[in-house]
């Protein structure tokens, strides 16, 4: 079937589209864009998106989905449902899974699975070391061949600088990019949140910036040093971002990413021990959250992801000491991007699509993050304007560990196209 979709504002940052025109897709692809296109057949889905802005299919290059191994917190249908319900079209998932996403075997059954359930397009993310055990490196061109986009110990930082250097290099043979959790377990320190004065009223052991910084550095002079490309994930601080800037400007191939919850939130969140305000790295400070948005201004932070990390009711009911880092993001983060980003002046509608599709994309060398004729027909639609309130007890997630419930956010998606297939319709899920 064809899908017309009539008069949206199209921004399409790929091609520098940025105006109302109409969309054509056909058989699973976009084969038209422009102004009145005409139109034969009979059998057609018109849209009209008049009012509406119409994007590329949003791109999340770090997540979690669970599967395999902790199915009970989320799993690959689950989550690709979430990620439609948030308008993102293509997820890369993280390899903290069980058994660990550390061979061609698992990268397979993770595709095979994405295909089934059929709400995105899931790229696997290899680990850097086996079993996520920071000692020896895994089959990295075995992981490459099955068709993991990048390698990546997320969720554990690889304390060992020379195999963080021998990742890096086989990963630049392979055409592939390391993504650094930056984590020093040593300044980190056992703590549970930001170091400062809400952990201190708290009673709770704080986790200083250097933790995240030293490691940041470190990682920034490998790939100096060797001149392979790094990606720096989830950046949460004032240091972390000036140490990328001034790398970029020496010319070092590294990116990085941050999620919508360090540019929304800061460490009083976890007042009251709200343990759904508990993530790793921890919220910071309102310092930080300025420096995060210069940084997503400058250009400095190449892209916005959202870390969606799903946990049972269980592992976040509970002491916050005991509880578990993370939290959903999947159906959050285009809302926030625009109520705090776009409506706040940080950034033009067109930067932020840019750094939620287009940039994404680049990065992992995938082919998403566009709306150019022939490319596969994945397409988000939505009202910048319009505003919601955000219900966890409505989240397409099987889990619902979300600080955010109750916000008040803008430009809920109302309809997703995938493959050329309408399965977001009026924000119901088919």
């Known amino acids: 079937m064809k899908i017309l979709i009539k008069n949206g504002h199209v921004i399409d940052p790929a091609n520098g589209r940025d105006g109302i025109m109409d969309i054509l897709t056909d058989d699973g692809v976009i084969c038209g864009v422009g102004t009145e296109l005409e139109v034969d057949g009979f059998e057609m889905e018109v849209i009209d998106a008049s009012g509406k802005t119409v994007v590329p299919g949003l791109v999340d290059m770090h997540c979690h989905l669970r599967e395999p191994g902790f199915e ?24 903290n899974t069980k058994p660990a996403t550390d061979n061609a075997a698992v990268i397979t059954f993770i595709k095979e699975r994405a295909k089934e359930a059929g709400y995105a397009d899931v790229y696997p993310i290899g680990a850097v070391s086996k079993g996520l055990q920071g000692k ?26 020379w195999l963080m250097r021998r990742a890096m290099e086989y990963a630049k043979m392979f055409d592939l990019r390391v993504i650094s959790h930056c984590e020093d377990f040593g300044l980190a320190d056992g703590g549970y ?23 940041v550095a470190r990682d920034i002079i490998i790939a100096e040093a060797i001149g392979a490309p790094v990606h720096i994930a ?44 508990k993530m790793n790295p921890p919220l910071r400070t309102d310092d930080d959250v300025a420096a995060i948005k210069e940084g997503l201004s400058d250009g400095t932070i190449d892209c916005i992801v959202t870390d969606h990390a799903p946990h049972h009711i269980d592992e976040k009911n509970c002491e916050f000491g005991r509880a578990l880092n993370g939290i959903v993001g999947f159906e959050t ?18 930067q932020l ?16 993050g566009t709306l150019s004729e022939g490319c596969q027909a994945d397409i988000t639609i939505f009202d910048p304007d319009k505003e919601w309130t955000v219900d966890i007890t409505k989240f397409a997630s099987k889990s619902k560990n979300s600080p955010f419930d109750g916000f008040k956010l803008f430009g809920k998606p109302e309809y997703v196209i995938f493959k050329g297939d309408i399965i977001l319709n009026q924000g119901v899920i088919l």
């Open 193 to 215: 949140m930001n170091e400062g004065p809400v952990a201190t009223a708290m009673g709770l052991r704080g986790i200083s910036r250097a933790a995240e910084e030293v490691m």
């Open 72 to 95: 009970y917190k989320e799993d690959i249908e689950s989550g690709t449902r979430a990620a439609a319900m948030g308008g993102i079209t293509s997820v890369a998932c993280m390899p």
């Open 353 to 368: 699509i840019e750094k939620m599709s287009l940039n994404p994309s680049r990065i992992l060398d995938i082919p998403k």
């Open 333 to 350: 983060s285009l809302g926030l991007g625009l109520k705090y980003l776009v409506n706040e002046g940080v950034l033009t509608l067109p």
């Open 136 to 161: 020896e490196l895994a089959e990295i061109g075995e992981m490459k061949f099955a068709g993991a986009v990048a390698l990546s110990d997320d969720g554990m930082p690889v304390t060992e600088s």
């Open 234 to 277: 989830h950046v949460s601080t004032r240091g972390s971002v000036e140490l990328v800037r001034q790398a970029k400007k020496r010319g070092v191939e590294v990116t990085c990413e941050t999620c919508p919850h360090y540019f929304s939130l800061t460490d009083r969140a976890c007042e009251g021990f709200n343990t759904n305000a």
